[in-house]
Structures are given as structure tokens and as C-alpha cells.
Nanobody, 115 residues
Framework: QVQLVESGGGLVQPGGSLRLSCAASGISRSIHPMGWYRQALGKQRELVAAITDGGRTMYADSVKGRFTISRDGAKNTVYVQMNSLKPEDTARYYC?????????WGQGTQVTVSS
């Protein structure tokens, strides 16, 4: 059974930084595309950053230059370093892994940017 466990969320002041982590378990040793999405209150879930199985990265325009996605070597573990956080980054952040065209999700971790 595929499980994703996120960690690293919290309350941070504008301009601050957070690093989210996501570890996948219950899957083979193959590397799969992974990503981070977020959903703010009253809004649709949106892609924040993603990394392909080949290591190519992509970002939403709103986070380019501030967020960096990475993965841990050959493990299905993904991180997102979030710098220069803004109040509009406040949302629940979800980890995603795509295996054979099926999407699996974590339960999410809350990020709140407020003074």
C-alpha cells in the first residue's frame, strides 16, 4: 500500500523559510515523478513544484525563484525548500507521487505565513 508522509509545515513570518519533506513507502525501488501541490481555503488545489523520474523540475510561476524542489538520491523522498514566503503562500501542502498513471496523495501539512 502506497503511503506518503509529509512533514515540515508550520507558522512562519513573511520573508521566512520552511522546508517540507515527503517520504513515500510501500512502493518498489523504481523512481517515480513526485510533486507538491497546495490548496488554500476556498480555492482549488494547484501545482507548486514537481520533479520527474529523470530529475527535471518545474514550478508554478508564483513560486519560481523562491521554492526549490529536490529528491533524495534514489529514494522516493522529495523536499521543497520555500524561501521568501508570502502570506499568499498560506495553504495546506500535499505531496503527490504518480505510479503507472495513478496519483497518490499524502494527508498534507499546513503552512501559514503571517506576522
Amino acid at each position: 500500500q502506497v503511503q506518503l508522509v509529509e512533514s515540515g509545515g508550520g507558522l512562519v513570518q513573511p520573508g521566512g523559510s520552511l522546508r517540507l519533506s515527503c517520504a513515500a513507502s510501500g512502493i518498489s525501488r523504481s523512481i517515480h515523478p513526485m510533486g507538491w501541490y497546495r490548496q488554500a481555503l476556498g480555492k482549488q488545489r494547484e501545482l507548486v513544484a514537481a520533479i520527474t523520474d529523470g530529475g527535471r523540475t518545474m514550478y508554478a510561476d508564483s513560486v519560481k525563484g523562491r521554492f526549490t524542489i529536490s529528491r533524495d538520491g534514489a529514494k522516493n523522498t522529495v523536499y521543497v525548500q520555500m524561501n521568501s514566503l508570502k502570506p499568499e503562500d498560506t495553504a495546506r501542502y500535499y505531496c503527490n507521487i504518480r505510479i503507472d498513471l495513478l496519483d497518490f496523495w499524502g494527508q498534507g501539512t499546513q503552512v501559514t505565513v503571517s506576522s
